[in-house]
């Protein structure tokens, strides 16, 4: 990994008094740089919540040296981890950097922000911590709570950012008051990120139902993985949020959570839509927004006893993992269906030939 990888700072050149700092990890990354934009959107100061000098970084989270530099050099009020190895099936077949990047990266990072006695560190993590099959009632999947222990997770992915978890925990374990100016902690689970930044799943299903793409395998997906379909410009808000209550020296009553579940809202269980059916929901927003789809995936059956679920992927996929979401940290959001399509009119906003 490069160690040299671009740095950079926005509103640095301006007077720090008054002004609170966020150093972003995996600033490049599709969640970074929404995260980078949205404090960079936020301008000066407004309301209760402070203005902010937005650095980012891509330096490598693995090695703690450099770790160590870029928290101890940038003093921030708050660090947001987006860093990671996110690709299911390379981590499979390169366990030892999934390891190093997943697990003690934010290790790594959760021992700077408390040396350097960040006030608030952000570690992102995912729904894939967990896995399993259908609840109660027939078809309708578990919802997993954020205080859930129940892990299962089936691939070196979630194996390993389940492990990045702990070590975050376990960095600050015996430490924390939650007194105000006492280092603050949260990990931030979330599921099925799509975002502007970086060719995504919605992305390749609108290529391949408006024909601009042909996939390399027949056109079926499993109807298993369900996952809450989330934008990460929602979730970018939602972090920006929370770091303005947690990072910016306000603190409620209540004891702080320390982990926090943020994905879309949906209707109940039986709304959160299988990997086929998220793909068949944006063919029918394609529909809907009259862009004539001309081809549709087909769906594919998956059980939780499938394993390996699919024979073109390395990794095995969770039957299920929803993440039942925070209420504090995901009230007034729109529906995932909702935000998917307000993404999907966005794409399309200047014409189809876009993508032709
Ligand atoms: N995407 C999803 O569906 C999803 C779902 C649930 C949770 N999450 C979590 O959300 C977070 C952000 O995901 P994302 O979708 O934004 O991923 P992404 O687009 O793949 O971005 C990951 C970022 O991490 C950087 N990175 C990789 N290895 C690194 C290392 N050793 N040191 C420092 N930076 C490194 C990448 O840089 P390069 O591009 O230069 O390699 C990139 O900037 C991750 O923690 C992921 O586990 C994602």
């Known amino acids: 990994m490069n160690d040299e990888r671009s740095d950079g700072v926005r509103g640095g050149g301006q007077a720090r008094r008054g002004r609170k700092t966020v150093l972003v990890f995996g600033g490049s990354g599709m969640l970074g740089s929404e995260i980078v934009g949205r404090f960079e959107a936020a301008g000066g100061a407004s309301g209760r919540n402070p203005a902010w000098i937005v650095r980012w970084t891509n330096r ?6 450099n770790v ?5 050099g940038a003093k921030p009020d708050v660090v947001v981890n987006c860093a990671g190895l996110t690709n ?21 990072l959760a021992r700077a922000c408390r040396i350097h006695g960040v006030p608030l560190f952000v570690h992102v993590s ?21 205080d859930s222990r129940d892990f299962d997770p089936v691939n070196a992915y979630g194996l390993t950012k389940l492990a990045g978890e702990l070590a975050v925990a376990n960095e600050y374990a015996g430490r924390e008051t939650g007194a105000a100016g006492s280092p ?18 919605p992305d390749f299903v609108c290529d391949v139902c408006l024909g601009a793409r042909r996939p390399d395998g027949p056109l079926e997906l499993m109807d298993g993985n369900f996952s809450v379909p989330t934008s990460a410009t929602f979730l970018a808000d939602r972090i920006f949020r929370i770091a303005n209550r947690r990072g910016a020296g306000r603190r409620g009553a209540a004891a702080p ?19 086929y059916g998220y793909a ?6 394609l529909s809907r927004l009259g862009l004539k789809p001309v081809r549709r995936f087909r769906s594919a059956a998956f059980g939780r006893a ?16 929803v993440l039942e979401p925070s209420a504090e940290e995901t009230r007034g959001g729109r529906f995932w269906d909702e935000e998917l399509a307000c993404y999907i009119q966005e794409k399309f906003a200047n014409g189809i030939k876009d993508v032709r």
């Open 280 to 285: 068949d929901k944006v063919f029918e927003i």
């Open 184 to 201: 603050d902690w949260v990990v931030v689970r979330t599921s099925r990120l799509y975002g502007r930044n970086r060719y995504n799943f």
């Open 88 to 108: 299911v099936d390379r981590c499979e077949v390169d366990q030892a950097l999934a390891y190093a990047v997943n697990a003690v990266g934010p290790s790594n």
């Open 68 to 72: 160590d530099e870029a928290v101890g």
């Open 306 to 321: 499938a394993a390996p679920d699919d024979d073109r992927r390395t990794a095995r996929r969770p039957f299920s993992s």
């Open 257 to 275: 959570r320390h982990v926090v579940h943020v994905v879309n809202p949906f209707r109940t269980a039986g709304d959160v839509p299988s990997l």
């Open 60 to 65: 490598d989270i693995a090695n703690y040296r």
């Open 126 to 146: 995912t729904d894939y911590v967990f896995s399993d099959g259908p609840g109660d009632a027939p078809g309708e999947p578990v919802l997993h709570r954020c």
